[in-house]
């Protein structure tokens, strides 16, 4: 496992990273989030050792992480850092070599990795001249050479067309299945909400959320209900310990802002089903923009 302990981080007077803390498990995609200038890159700077803590540790399997524990890593920047005059498959098979690779090792391994994110043809064009999503996926396919221990993915979906999206999410989840943890960071809440186990959101430099996504949706989703009957239901306006979000002719959904001596979802269901019938009546599991927007 991947722990991040209290780490802290100024440049100047400006303090980026206020006490983090977060685990990222082994097998599991974890989706990193915040808005632009939160912390996030230079959290995984600090995991990669590219930028040094001010306070706190970073550790991998309960021991500090060190160089060659670091040789172990995969990361993927942001920040497009591969050499355009290089060819494709020379310049992944090169880099798997920095990390310890065979030559043979570092070949098998590259033409593998160009057939599952569907670049065999383009293995010997220069790196320049492929489209920006294509060199997405060649850095993708660096990240993954020399098969990490870890890996920590900063924005890997930019760029991305949907068919690529897909591409790039097969070979992530391929990777979490052999027990990797994978640590990414994305505006792409869509893609995030499909392909994440756990989430950390941080927001101006501190933790606002952590834990697994179905638990964060059961936390912030838990007083929020979609009833539909068989007729208008605007009398739900007057209910006691209701708030409306959405009315539409016999479709509501609302939030159960007060107990009422009881629980006020099952007295809205019993009030439903004495003036008529009930189409539909269930919790609103609340999509990650959403849980999102209200913890930052």
Wanted: with cysteine.
């Amino acid at each position: 496992m991947l722990n991040v302990t209290s780490i802290s981080r100024s440049f100047g007077d400006h303090l980026v990273l206020d006490d983090v803390s977060f685990d990222v498990r082994p097998g599991r995609m974890t989706g990193f989030l915040g808005a632009n200038g939160s912390g996030k890159t230079t959290m995984m700077r600090i995991i990669l050792g590219v930028l040094a803590p001010q306070g706190g540790s970073v550790t991998w399997r309960g021991e500090p992480v060190t160089q060659p524990v670091r040789q172990r890593f995969g990361y993927m920047p942001e920040e497009r850092g591969l050499y355009p005059k290089m060819k494709v498959a020379e310049q992944i098979g090169w880099l798997g070599r920095l990390h310890g690779l065979t030559e043979e090792q570092a070949v098998t391994n590259t033409d593998r990795l160009l057939e599952q994110l569907e670049l065999t043809a383009r293995a010997g064009d220069r790196l320049e001249a492929l489209s920006l999503g294509n060199q997405q996926r060649v850095q993708v396919a660096a990240a993954l050479v020399h098969e990490p221990d870890v890996l920590i993915l900063d924005e890997p979906f930019s760029g991305l067309d949907p068919i690529a999206v897909e591409t790039v999410l097969a070979v992530l989840r391929e990777r979490a299945a052999d027990g990797v943890p994978v640590l990414f960071s994305s505006h792409q809440l869509a893609v995030v909400e499909r392909l994440c186990d756990d989430l950390v959101i941080i927001s101006g430099g501190t933790i606002a959320a952590v834990g697994a996504r179905e638990e964060l949706r059961a936390r912030y989703g838990s007083a929020r209900f979609e009833l539909v009957v068989d007729a208008d239901a605007g009398w739900l306006r007057d209910h006691p310990g209701v708030r409306i979000v959405d009315l539409d002719g016999p479709r509501a959904v609302f939030e159960a802002t007060e107990t009422n001596g009881g629980r006020v979802d099952q007295q809205v269901l019993a009030a439903a089903l004495r003036r008529g019938e009930v189409l539909g009546f269930s919790p609103v599991v609340p999509s990650l923009d959403e849980i999102f927007r209200e913890v930052i």
